[in-house]
């Protein structure tokens, strides 16, 4: 049942030569693939917001600036190690109400990421395990110890 099915593929057999095409055609079905994973978890986007709706302010380095620290840990991933400093005139136009907040939104993901750092790597690692698991499949025997 293709609906109930977590992983869907492309036909290996046509593609497998051309290593472009195969990864094009997989990358096609991952937009499907999340929406389906957040619609059975009952997790949707926010509405779709028109065009005009968007804005989108040329980058001004003088309030746009803003100075993040990050260092390597010993795993070497980034880590956010202090506070982040916007330039004042940053602070002061954000404070205004209209335009969009970069130390915010960044505290925000930074939040967000660390409260559910468990279930995003145990999402991905389900994830790469069903890869696997469906390439596995697709493969001749002999070719199944590479993946």
């Keep these: ?25 997989a990358l096609d079905h991952i937009p499907s693939q999340l929406e389906t994973y957040f619609k059975s978890r009952k997790l949707y986007p926010n509405p779709e917001q028109e065009n005009d709706e968007i804005v989108v302010e040329p980058y001004n380095e003088a309030t746009d600036d803003i100075d993040v620290p990050i ?9 956010v190690t202090g506070e982040v400093q916007e330039s004042p005139d940053a602070t002061q136009q954000s ?10 939104a960044m505290q925000q993901g930074q939040q967000f990421m660390k409260k559910h750092k468990k279930q995003i790597g145990r999402v991905t690692r389900k994830f790469n395990r069903e890869v696997k698991r469906e390439i596995k499949k697709k493969l001749p025997k002999a070719a199944r110890f590479f993946v």
């Design 1 to 25: 049942n293709e609906e109930r099915d977590k992983i869907r593929f492309v036909n290996f057999a046509k593609l497998h030569a051309d290593r472009r095409a195969l990864t094009a055609a």
């Design 71 to 79: 260092q390597m840990n010993e795993n070497g991933d980034p880590v």
């Design 95 to 104: 404070s205004t109400g209209g335009s969009f907040n970069m130390s915010q």
